[in-house]
């Protein structure tokens, strides 16, 4: 797996776009592209159904990899040991049971 800036790069580069022709299609400056993909900027989520239908890739995929890029930086940026990635599927996997049987709970 990779960086969000780096899919964004690799997917980009695909289709022989460059950052001024992707961020011309997506309402981003050139210099914003270049600090998304090296990952000194942040991805605006409102942005993430434009980049999936330019990219061609199911939305779900793109807001997966979205997240989970910023979790991981979340994580390692307070040193979190190894044992949070499965901590948080058990997390996830207790909320989603609580949906079930509650209804859905706001996060």
Request: charged share 30%.
């Amino acid at each position: 797996m990779t960086s969000f800036g780096n899919y964004i790069k690799t997917e980009r580069e695909k289709r022989e776009w460059t950052q001024t022709e992707l961020g011309t299609k997506i309402g981003i400056n050139t210099s914003a592209i270049c600090r998304i993909e090296n990952g000194s900027q942040k991805f605006s989520k409102s942005k993430l159904k434009k980049l999936s239908e330019l990219f061609q890739t199911d939305l779900q995929i793109v807001t997966d990899l979205f997240f989970a890029d910023k979790f991981v930086k979340e994580a390692l940026k307070y040193k979190c040991s190894e044992s949070i990635f499965s901590v948080a599927e058990d997390t996830a996997n207790y909320y989603r049971n609580m949906n079930v049987k509650q209804g859905k709970i706001e996060l």
